[in-house]
């Protein structure tokens, strides 16, 4: 009774899988995959690191020149900084002498 009973559960699960698989089969390929093994992978990868590697030094470089720049750059701005302080500001102009005001413009000249 119990075999009857486990078969009974089984082959509606197989059955099930077959058509799956069958299914399936219209969509995708079912053949094993092939296996290439290729050498190259792991010379363009340690190819790929090393360059990585010299790229990272090279900006690693920049960086460091780029903040020394900033630096001589931040102690000019300080340092003239420093001496718009100790300059004293220019003095005031003097006044500009009076000007007598314009004469008044002639009278139009009338035609007769």
Not at 6 to 12: A, E, G, L, S
């Amino acid at each position: 009774m119990r075999y009857l009973e486990v078969v009974k559960r089984i082959v509606p699960f197989i059955a099930a899988l077959v058509l799956g698989v069958f299914v399936a089969s219209f969509f995708v390929s079912i053949s094993a995959p092939t296996v290439r093994v290729d050498r190259s992978w792991k010379s363009s990868k340690h190819r790929d690191y090393n360059r990585l590697q010299r790229e990272n030094r090279c900006l690693k470089r920049a960086n460091k020149r780029l903040k020394r720049e900033r630096r001589k750059i931040l102690e000019v701005e300080r340092e003239f900084d420093r001496v718009m302080e100790l300059v004293p500001p220019p003095a005031p102009m003097a006044p500009a002498p009076p000007v007598a005001p314009d004469a008044p413009p002639p009278p139009p000249k009338v035609k007769k």
